[in-house]
Nanobody, 114 residues
Framework: QVQLVESGGGLVQPGGSLRLSCAASGMIVSFNVMGWYRQAPGKQRELVATISPRGSPTYGDSVKGRFTISRDNAKKSVYLQMNTLKPEDTAVYYC????????WGQGTQVTVSS
């Protein structure tokens, strides 16, 4: 049974940084594309970033140059370093594998506000 558990969310001021972590179990992380999505109140869920088994990242346009996705296959974990945070980054962030029809974590709230 695949389980994804996110952590690291919280309240941060605009311009600040946060690092999200996703711990996976029940799967071989190194064989799978891993991703982060987010959903803000009243908005559709959107792709934030993905990382391939070989470590190649892709990013949504709104986070390019500010966010960095990484993975540690030995620790079965995926990370999202978020810098220069903006109020519009406020959302619940979800860890994912397998795309829209795949497996999801429970989400972690990120709030960017002064």
């Amino acid at each position: 049974q695949v389980q994804l558990v996110e952590s690291g969310g919280g309240l941060v001021q605009p311009g600040g940084s946060l690092r999200l972590s996703c711990a996976a179990s029940g799967m071989i992380v190194s064989f799978n594309v891993m991703g982060w999505y987010r959903q803000a109140p009243g908005k559709q869920r959107e792709l934030v970033a993905t990382i391939s088994p070989r470590g190649s990242p892709t990013y949504g346009d709104s986070v390019k140059g500010r966010f960095t996705i990484s993975r540690d296959n030995a620790k079965k974990s995926v990370y999202l370093q978020m810098n220069t945070l903006k109020p519009e980054d406020t959302a619940v962030y979800y860890c994912n594998t397998g795309g829209e029809g795949g497996h999801w974590g429970q989400g972690t709230q990120v709030t960017v506000s002064s």
